[in-house]
């Protein structure tokens, strides 16, 4: 039963356009949606977050969307660039303190072309 | 240099030997977590600490120990490994527990049982 889903393994976008990876979650007791970035051979990095009494977050040229009647959050990345290209994970924790940690997505392999 | 540090990077070994994957922050975080990543599932949590002496388990803990004797490190055991425990293993820490804190991730050890 997976609570956080991604349901692209996959994204294709040229260098310059917008990148939009998707997110959806099934457990509403999640209060906190954080987007990691992963290489090969590291671990995955903090790239931005979300709290649920918000419905927009911005960092430079990432955004991230939360719809939470949807229960659906997306990340914007404009422009994209070739750096960018890395597998994404979507992540989200529960309220009241969240201290069995972050419940992940399968993760979606963004790759930039030129 | 703020990080976390694993080690081995890399391991094979058989199956029944016991062995233990180190994990060490220096970050003062009382927060830390293990977590597995297979293909087509993401990451997993296999155990969690909140701090010292205090550990508990996350959704996949059946073969695997932990222990928090001090704050900075909070190694993987596994006593008897088997063949389902290859997998690619993170450790990460957070200042603290609470949902809203983003985890810092360690490069990752590749075991694999023969």
């Known amino acids: 039963d997976q609570q956080v889903k991604q349901n692209s393994p996959s994204l294709s976008v040229q260098e310059g356009r917008i990148s939009i990876l998707n997110c959806d979650y099934t457990?509403?007791?999640?209060?906190?949606f954080l987007w990691y970035k992963k290489y090969p051979a590291e671990g995955p990095t903090f790239l931005i977050s979300?709290?649920?009494?918000?419905d927009k977050n911005e960092d430079g040229r990432f955004t991230v969307f939360l719809n939470k009647s949807a229960k659906h959050l997306s990340l914007h990345i404009v422009p994209s660039q070739p750096g960018d290209s890395a597998v994404y994970f979507c992540?989200?924790?529960?309220?009241?303190?969240?201290?069995?940690?972050?419940?992940f997505g399968k993760g979606t392999h963004l790759i930039i072309q030129p | 240099e703020a990080q976390v540090t694993q080690n081995p990077r890399y391991l094979i070994t058989v199956t029944g030997k016991k062995l233990t994957v180190t994990c060490s922050q220096n970050?003062?975080?009382?927060?830390m977590s293990w977590y597995r990543q297979d293909p087509g599932l993401g990451l997993r949590q296999i155990y969690y600490?909140?701090?010292?002496?205090?550990?508990d388990k996350g959704d996949v803990p059946e073969g695997y120990k932990v222990s928090r004797k001090e704050k900075r490190n909070f190694p993987l055991i596994l006593e008897s490994p088997s063949p389902n425990q290859t997998s690619l293993y993170f450790c990460?820490?957070?200042?603290?527990?609470?949902?809203?804190?983003?985890?810092?991730f360690g490069d990752g050890t590749r075991l694999s049982i023969l």
């Open positions: 990460a820490s957070s200042f603290h527990g609470r949902s809203n804190q983003p985890q810092h």
């Open positions: 457990n509403s007791m999640f209060d906190y």
């Open positions: 979300i709290s649920s009494i918000k």
């Open positions: 992540a989200a924790s529960r309220a009241g303190g969240g201290a069995d940690g972050l419940t």
């Open positions: 970050m003062n975080h009382e927060y």
């Open positions: 600490s909140m701090n010292v002496e205090v550990t």
